[in-house]
T-cell receptor, first 112, second 111 residues
Framework: DSGVTQTPKHLITATGQRVTLRCSPRSGDLSVYWYQQSLDQGLQFLIQYYNGEERAKGNILERFSAQQFPDLHSELNLSSLELGDSALYFC???????????FGQGTRLTVV | ELKVEQNPLFLSMQEGKNYTIYCNYSTTSDRLYWYRQDPGKSLESLFVLLSNGAVKQEGRLMASLDTKARLSTLHITAAVHDLSATYFCAVDKYNNNDMRFGAGTRLTVKP
């Protein structure tokens, strides 16, 4: 158990809908990262937050947004969903950017 | 644009043998990461390499970084079946932290 909790584990939704994925980091970790893994695109870094502030941005679509709350949990919002958004979404946390990150079990999103 | 290439993409090796996975990247980067992923599972962070010449070892795995050559290696010593997994490298920069991943190396260790 990495100590990082992601919910839900599975999500099936229709095109055009909006979903929210949640991540609770390890106790004491200030950085939260979001990644997408799909067969087509491989692993992609989406976004990083550090202590509530956006720290780095990767290949995140404009239809996607994220935030980190004062209690350090984070949410990834995906809107106007398309079939191509079907993927595994991982959250990870670390003390800071130079430290090893610990990954949650992922949320498998299926858009139908 | 930052590109990351891993090779080989597939590696089948016998237990007890040594082998190296290579990770090349196209532009100057500040951090190099290695991850492991078991089939159907999440990612596990193995190493974070921060400077030229950095070498880190854990068990049968040793990672090194040559920033001048834009090359990192993951060396496997005396492979065992439990090392079978997909290994990813990734790089990013301090100021422009857009992290990029390699395609992954699927390692199979046979008895």
């Amino acid at each position: 158990d990495s100590g990082v909790t992601q919910t839900p584990k599975h999500l099936i939704t229709a095109t055009g809908q909006r979903v929210t994925l949640r991540c609770s980091p390890r106790s004491g970790d200030l950085s939260v990262y979001w990644y997408q893994q799909s067969l087509d695109q491989g692993l992609q870094f989406l976004i990083q937050y550090y202590n509530g502030e956006e720290r780095a941005k990767g290949n995140i679509l404009e239809r996607f947004s994220a935030q980190q709350f004062p209690d350090l949990h984070s949410e990834l919002n995906l809107s106007s969903l398309e079939l191509g958004d079907s993927a595994l979404y991982f959250c990870a946390s670390s003390v800071d950017s130079t430290a090893k990150a610990f990954f949650g079990q992922g949320t498998r999103l299926t858009v139908v | 644009e930052l590109k990351v290439e891993q090779n080989p993409l597939f590696l089948s090796m016998q237990e007890g043998k040594n082998y190296t996975i290579y990770c090349n990247y196209s532009t100057t980067s500040d951090r190099l990461y290695w991850y492991r992923q078991d089939p159907g599972k999440s990612l596990e962070s193995l190493f974070v390499l921060l400077s030229n010449g950095a070498v880190k070892q854990e068990g049968r795995l040793m990672a090194s970084l040559d920033t001048k050559a834009r090359l990192s290696t993951l060396h496997i010593t005396a492979a065992v079946h439990d090392l079978s997994a997909t290994y990813f490298c990734a790089v990013d920069k301090y100021n422009n932290n857009d992290m990029r991943f390699g395609a992954g190396t699927r390692l199979t260790v046979k008895p």
